[in-house]
């Protein structure tokens, strides 16, 4: 393939590795109920679907990444792609609850594929372009996770369960085939992994994890949920003991230091717990029946409908964010962009009787959510070496998750808190979730002001890379 018709190609295979990944993240949410009944397990045994992905993919994810540096990101990725490829054949068509969960565990492997995607754009794309480029696949992350929502009510209804699974097996076959094809060799960093600390990782981000997803079942003050909490902390300080001390570490704890990386990962965090409380809840708000007052009493299908234009603007957001943050640079955006959220979030609370002013309310929240997503991606990208571009993007990539689970943890108890007659929640515990969700994007736009005025580059990013 010429070099001229190599960068369109590759760019174009990482669009659609991370597109397949994000539809698998988001889908199997809203359709939990269909995958109960099918494989006759309870309510509680089947949210597993979701705990066991979320899990191995934070587990996963930063040791993927610095896979990639290590070893090359061409190989890993179209490795990555694979097993992702297995593992939702083996979901489609698992006999049961546990061998579902057991294939969703192996999909967890596939968070790997954004912070590799990110590290090719940055070793194969021109510094000009870099910025584009990421925003727009981090924007088909967040615009990924969004379509998956508004897709998996009509594919349930049309084709069954399995279609959730069998679509995105598909195209992630295809893209690993392309991938060994026409996306070059990525460069492999210097030295091994030292795979010491690499377990005392895992088990502190699992720990936290699970007590974090069960805690609304088990009781926030249940001796399993503490205990949890108490050794997430006592592992993770082990963790960062050793990854001190290794020669090659899974992490460089130094580069998360710096600045720039430090505060985007503070806000990504906080953007994943305000993100992820929108997806898990307002489909629920929207299908909660008209009898209770302020339910809309859609269907799977009709709520996805309401949901699909915030996913468009995710996507323009995500395209808008390289333009906004050259002229305004990354503080001022990421500031402006939370600001927005949150009064979007507010208007939640005095505007939701009708789908139109819910999906309304949500195009400008999907805007700018799209425009931090894109903007935070950028700014680890840039501010790293770029032997270290894979693994700096997967720990934020994570940290985003570990937030976005919080945020499902804490949407759940905060709309459970009280329940009426009929077991449903009462209107007030909305009302409450969207207030709280509305005042971590204010907290984010203020710990924003740390970040950079203008972006960060690394010393070495700023040699001349192949032109696209």
């Known amino acids: 393939m010429s070099e001229r018709l190599r960068g369109p190609a590759t760019y174009a295979v990482l669009m659609s590795a991370v597109t397949a990944f994000a539809l698998l993240q988001a889908m199997v949410i809203p359709v939990l109920p269909a995958i109960q009944h099918a494989l006759h397990a309870d309510a509680r045994s089947v949210s597993w679907v979701v705990s ?47 061998v579902m969960v057991a294939a969703r565990v192996l999909q967890g492997v596939g968070g790997g594929v954004m912070p590799l995607s990110l590290g090719i754009v940055r070793d194969e794309f021109s510094a000009e372009r870099t910025s584009a480029a990421v925003g727009t696949l981090a924007a088909l992350g967040g615009i990924g996770a969004s379509v998956g929502l508004v897709l ?29 094809i026409v996306v070059p060799r990525s460069p492999s960093g210097s030295g091994g992994l030292s795979w010491l600390p690499a377990p005392f990782l895992s088990l502190s981000v699992a720990a936290f994890l699970l007590a974090t997803t069960q805690g609304t079942a088990w009781g926030w003050l249940d001796p399993r949920t503490l205990g949890l909490y108490g050794a997430a902390v ?24 710096l600045p ?102 949500l195009t400008a929240y999907g805007f700018t959510l799209g425009v931090n997503l894109a903007a935070l991606s950028t700014l680890v990208v840039v501010s790293v070496d770029p032997g270290q571009t894979a ?48 005042a971590t994007m204010l907290v984010a736009s203020v710990l924003a002001m740390a970040l950079p005025r203008t972006r960060a580059v690394a010393p070495a990013a700023q040699a001349p890379s192949p032109a696209v």
């Not at 066991?52 to 930063?62: D, E, G, K, N």
């Not at 963790?239 to 570490?249: C, G, K, N, Q």
């Not at 002229?327 to 505007?351: K, N």
């Open 52 to 98: 066991a992905y979320l899990l191995a993919a934070a587990v996963a994810t930063p040791i993927v990444g610095r896979l990639g540096d290590v070893y090359g990101k061409k190989r890993t990725l179209v490795t990555v792609l694979a097993v992702l490829s297995v593992a939702s054949l083996v979901a489609a068509y698992a006999p049961s609850l546990e």
């Open 152 to 180: 998996a009510g009509p594919l349930v209804d049309l084709l069954g369960y399995r279609a959730l699974f069998l679509a995105p097996m598909t195209l992630t076959a295809i893209t690993a085939v392309v991938a060994a």
């Open 234 to 257: 006592v592992v993770g300080a082990l963790w960062v003991r050793l990854e001190r001390r290794a020669e090659h570490p899974v992490i460089d704890l130094d580069m998360l230091r």
């Open 260 to 361: 720039a990386v430090r505060s985007a990962n503070v806000v990504s965090f906080l953007l994943g717990l305000a993100m992820f409380g929108v997806y898990s809840y307002v489909p629920q708000l929207l299908q909660t029946p008209r009898t209770t007052g302020y339910g809309l009493g859609a269907t799977v299908s009709e709520s996805g409908l309401v949901l699909a234009p915030m996913a468009a603007c995710v996507f323009l957001g995500g395209i808008a964010s390289a333009r906004l943050t050259r002229r305004y640079g990354p503080r001022r955006v990421v500031i402006g962009a939370s600001i927005v959220m949150a009064l979007s979030l507010l208007t939640l609370v005095a505007a939701r009787s009708h789908a139109w002013e819910i999906a309304l309310t």
């Open 391 to 438: 693994v700096a993007s997967a720990v934020n990539f994570n940290v985003r998750n570990i937030g976005g689970a919080v945020g499902a943890a804490a949407m759940a108890t905060v709309v459970t808190a009280g329940l009426r007659a009929d077991g449903l929640p009462q209107e007030s515990g909305y009302v409450v979730g969207f207030v709280v969700l509305a």
